[in-house]
């Protein structure tokens, strides 16, 4: 079984910075990507970023340049950078991993910003 243990969540100032890690285990292959979504209140859950075990990545257009995710494949983690941190950006974060044959969801982190 596999498991998703995220942290890094957490309340920030807008204009502040957060990093998110999440390290998946469970499974001896490694996950073809791994990414970042979000859900806010009343809102239907979005992609953040996401990044293959190659390193090419996909933002949600509104977030770059803010954001950066980047990963350790030797420890099948993968962490989400946040700058500029915008009011809006506040969420609940879900880490996912997508191998060859499922897809796994984390817990999720909340993060909070305050203007």
């Known amino acids: 079984q596999v498991q998703l243990v995220e942290s890094g969540g957490g309340l920030a100032q807008a204009g502040g910075s957060l990093r998110l890690s999440c390290a998946a285990s469970g499974r001896i292959s490694r996950p073809n990507a791994m990414g970042w979504y979000r859900q806010a209140p009343g809102k239907q859950r979005e992609l953040v970023a996401r990044?293959?075990?190659?390193?090419?990545?996909l933002y949600a257009d509104s977030l770059k340049g803010r954001f950066t995710i980047s990963r350790d494949n030797a420890k099948n983690t993968v962490y989400l950078q946040m700058n500029s941190l915008k009011p809006e950006d506040t969420a609940v974060y879900y880490c996912n991993a997508h191998y060859w044959d499922a897809g796994y969801w984390g817990q999720g982190t909340q993060v909070t910003v305050s203007s």
């Open positions: 990044i293959t075990s190659s390193g090419d990545t």
